[in-house]
């Protein structure tokens, strides 16, 4: 299985709504990422976990709060977002976060719409 | 400014083509990778380049680690190679991939 999973595919929340965008991978894979993607641009880092804790957070704006439960879920917790918050949301995987082994396996991703 | 660079921007080109990808970094890196993604789509990753050359079906991937360079080709290309193609690097002991602009490429039938 060499698969990251990402649900759900597609989001339309409301601006007062909370909701969660969750990501798993059976790979053995101990570094989690989330990423950001708008339009046409590449991807954005937001957060690092390696081995379930919080190895980097890109200076992101509270109302996203990502949680680690297990080495094989990452989940990102959305809270009053903004319209320019709409993005599709990228989670990838590699075996570790730095040297050998960081070959990073990407999800589909959750396309979000915040209105 | 922008540590990784690719080129072009945008390729367009007919069936049967080969097709060439360029992509440039600064200072010397642990890893490159080459990454595709279509248009909504997730992202996969193609290739992970450390040296030397790797070939997957109709896609090679070389690095030069002393010119600072890579390249993505892509032989007797197809409507279906329509992507972007994007390089990303790994800087020694860093956590994160550094990625390029990318390539919007289009095969015509």
């Known amino acids: 299985d060499t698969e990251v999973t990402q649900t759900p595919k597609h989001l339309v929340m409301g601006m007062t709504n909370k909701k969660s965008l969750k990501c798993e991978q059976h790979m053995g894979h101990r570094a989690m990422y989330w990423y950001k993607q708008k339009a046409k641009k590449p991807p954005e880092l937001m957060f690092v976990y390696s081995y379930e804790k919080l190895s980097i957070n890109e200076s992101v704006p509270s109302r996203f709060s990502p949680e680690c439960p297990n080495s094989s879920l990452l989940n990102l917790h959305l809270h009053a977002l903004q319209p320019e918050d709409s993005a599709l949301y990228l989670c990838?995987?590699?075996?570790?976060?730095?040297?050998?082994?960081?070959?990073?396996?990407f999800g589909q991703g959750t396309r979000l719409t915040v209105v | 400014k922008n540590e990784v660079e690719q080129s072009p921007q945008n390729l367009t080109a007919q069936e049967g083509e080969f097709i060439t990808i360029n992509c440039s970094y600064s200072?010397?890196?642990?890893?490159l990778h080459w990454l595709q993604q279509h248009p909504g789509g997730g992202i996969v990753s193609l290739f992970m380049l450390s040296s030397g050359k790797k070939k997957h079906g109709r896609l090679i991937a070389t690095i030069n680690i002393q010119e600072k360079h890579s390249s993505l080709h892509i032989t007797a290309s197809h409507p279906r190679d329509s992507a972007v193609y994007i390089c990303?690097?790994?800087?020694?002991?860093?956590?994160?991939?550094?990625f390029g602009q990318g390539t919007r490429l289009t095969i015509n039938p």
């Open positions: 200072v010397g890196i642990s890893a």
């Open positions: 990838a995987s590699s075996l570790i976060v730095s040297g050998s082994g960081t070959e990073a396996f």
């Open positions: 990303a690097v790994r800087f020694p002991g860093a956590q994160k991939l550094v």
